[in-house]
């Protein structure tokens, strides 16, 4: 099974997830993202929807993290600092890609994940 790690920009708008989490239960792919990146989601979901209830996101959020089996990268703290991307604050994605030996990586934001920053 193939590992993505997802990027805050495809897990919010909040329809995508629901969608992300359903490719992954049906095994087709092997979910991954940061506590970094649901930090960010969460974060922009209070900002931008200040009516949404904070204890159905905070029960979102927990659903999101146990729908999945191992779904949260960690240990990939120590790659941060080494990367080099447009975006300071995406580099926690490709660290963690890096880390969970991800191929893929679905962003929306391709500006922010240049090709020639992942040839080998």
Known sequence: M?????DAKVLYPSTLP???IRVGLARLVQP???KQTLDEVFR?????????DPVRLDRTRRLMNDAIRDVTVTG???LIDQLDLPDVDDRHVLA???????PVI???NVRDFPADRFRR
């Open 2 to 6: 193939q590992v993505v790690v997802y």
């Open 18 to 20: 629901d969608g992300l």
């Open 32 to 34: 991954k993202w940061t």
């Open 44 to 52: 922009n979901l209070r900002a931008n929807q200040p009516d949404l």
């Open 76 to 78: 990939y703290e120590p």
């Open 96 to 102: 963690a890609t890096i880390h969970a030996e991800a």
């Open 106 to 108: 679905p962003i929306r």
